[in-house]
């Protein structure tokens, strides 16, 4: 299976683009899922004169259901330290920041019964989360965090689960 991405960047022509097209690259970000076999080989080749290579993702992809429209969000965790001296001074080591998304999802109960075994398998571990192909940033590397759920509908389940993000 041959394929090329473009991963310098998105061209977009307007607004409305960048807001509802879908990204046909990630700036930064390389997804491959669901390649047949144990044997995977990237050829990285320069075209043009600066290259940056952020995320390579591959492995299996699995459905989880479909996410709640206005519940995901992320947030930015500062690795900074600051503290302030018996005068009053400010001293400030700075540090890397890094990124952690909850999403919210609800799967019919028949999903759930195949999602939930797979995230307690893959519980804390190196995952990447897609929360939407038309949003770069809904798209995170990091550690499966905690997984919580409601029981009380009686056909689908709602549940929520944090990605911290590699720095």
Do not use: C, H
């Amino acid at each position: 299976m041959a394929r090329t991405s473009n991963i310098s960047g998105r061209q977009v022509g307007n607004w409305w683009e960048w807001f509802f097209g879908p990204f046909s690259a990630y700036s930064d970000k390389f997804i491959a899922l669901d390649i047949p076999g144990p044997t995977r080989r990237i050829l990285i080749a320069l075209q043009g004169g600066q290259v940056r290579l952020g995320e390579i993702f591959l492995g299996t992809s699995f459905p989880i259901g479909a996410a709640q429209v206005g519940s995901t969000e992320g947030r930015s965790i500062s690795g900074s330290r600051y503290s302030f001296n018996d005068y009053g001074s400010l001293t400030l080591a700075k540090g890397p920041t890094r990124v952690e998304m909850d999403y919210r999802v609800v799967a019919s109960k028949s999903l759930w019964d195949q999602t939930k075994p797979e995230l307690d398998r893959n519980s804390g571990s190196l995952v990447a989360a897609i929360g939407s192909t038309t949003r770069a940033s809904s798209v995170q590397f990091g550690i499966l965090g905690p997984v919580k759920w409601g029981e009380d509908l009686p056909d689908e389940y709602e549940y929520s689960f944090t990605i911290t993000g590699v720095a």
